[in-house]
């Protein structure tokens, strides 16, 4: 009988989220990829460090086992990287004793179908056009900052997974934000009053969530393996239409914070968010200082690209 991925919490990542690929990207970026290929095979006894998506994918793997959760959750890699130059990536998980035994290795060609394929609720990777790519096909995908990479060691151990989202373009379709982008502010807070009672249409993070608040419902609030928080530059009044919003989508959200333009990275630090998912590069990399950030690309539509802050 084929192994059943409906009901799991499939999680894909590539090679450089979770681990420190920092001196080989450099290579491939400098010297290609049969430069880089070489690289790997001549060093594939030697263990890779783990990236900035380590301990997360750790303590999702960590879920199954829970009483009740066997299997709940699936990484698979999901890499450019051919079979030939995969062994240094597989030794490192078995040396980590990651429960990571599915692989998609593509060998440079685009990994999209296979995230389909795959049934993938969350892609986290490094490479911006992959990403890119599974938001445009309505994946939940997040770039996760690479720029320094934040060593986990044993204190860092994970007994509650704690996941922060932005709100609008991200858990939330960005109608809303567009308004405030084009007529500003005033309008924003007017258009948000007055649809207050009418839900907002999901972003690309929607199903992620309820696939999360699936989990929690589960378990008593304080013993659930995942908290999450909503950390938001909305404030009153346009926070009650969010409110209603994930009412309606009967949908848990343990923490919230409507900050109206305060920075997020305090409170990220404060909340110790295991990963925060945020739309725009100004939020996620102040955050990624402190905690792991992922920036999350506004879906194309027919080639066209969506202009978004620095």
Aim: hydrophobic share 40%; proline share 5%; with cysteine.
């Amino acid at each position: 009988m084929a192994y059943d991925l409906e009901n799991r919490l499939v999680i894909g990542v590539s090679s450089r989220a979770l681990f420190d690929l920092t001196a080989e990207n450099e290579i491939f970026q400098s010297q290609g990829v049969e430069a880089y290929c070489s690289y790997q095979v001549e060093h594939e006894k030697e263990l890779l460090k783990p990236g900035n998506g380590f301990r997360l994918v750790e303590a999702l793997l960590n879920i199954n086992n829970l009483p009740g959760q066997e299997g709940r959750v699936e990484v698979i890699i999901m890499s450019h990287n051919s079979p030939d130059t995969s062994l240094r990536v597989f030794n490192s998980i078995a040396h980590y004793g990651l429960n990571i035994s599915r692989a998609v290795l593509a060998s440079g060609a685009s990994l999209t179908p296979y995230l389909e394929a795959f049934n993938t609720d969350l892609y986290l990777s490094a490479d911006e056009e992959d990403v890119q790519s599974a938001i445009n096909c309505g994946i939940a995908a997040g770039i996760i900052c690479c720029d320094e990479i934040r060593m986990p060691g044993k204190q860092d151990e994970i007994s509650q997974i704690r996941i922060a989202f932005d709100g609008d373009a991200v858990l939330f379709s960005d109608e809303s934000e567009q308004i405030y982008r084009e007529k500003g502010l005033e309008a924003f807070e007017e258009n948000e009053r007055m649809q207050a009672e009418n839900p907002l249409k999901q972003g690309p993070f929607a199903k992620f969530l309820k696939t999360i608040s699936d989990i929690q419902k589960e378990f008593a609030p304080e013993q659930a393996p995942i908290r999450t928080a909503l950390v938001t530059a909305r404030s009153a009044p346009a926070h009650e239409r969010v409110i209603r919003t994930l009412r309606a989508w009967n949908v848990r959200i343990d923490e919230a914070f409507f900050l109206g333009g305060i920075s997020k990275t305090e409170v990220l630090r404060a909340f110790g968010a295991h990963i925060f998912f945020d739309d725009q590069a100004v939020h996620t990399k102040p955050a990624s200082e402190v905690v792991p950030s992922a920036r999350v690309p506004y879906k194309q539509e027919m080639g066209k690209e969506r202009e978004r802050d620095p």
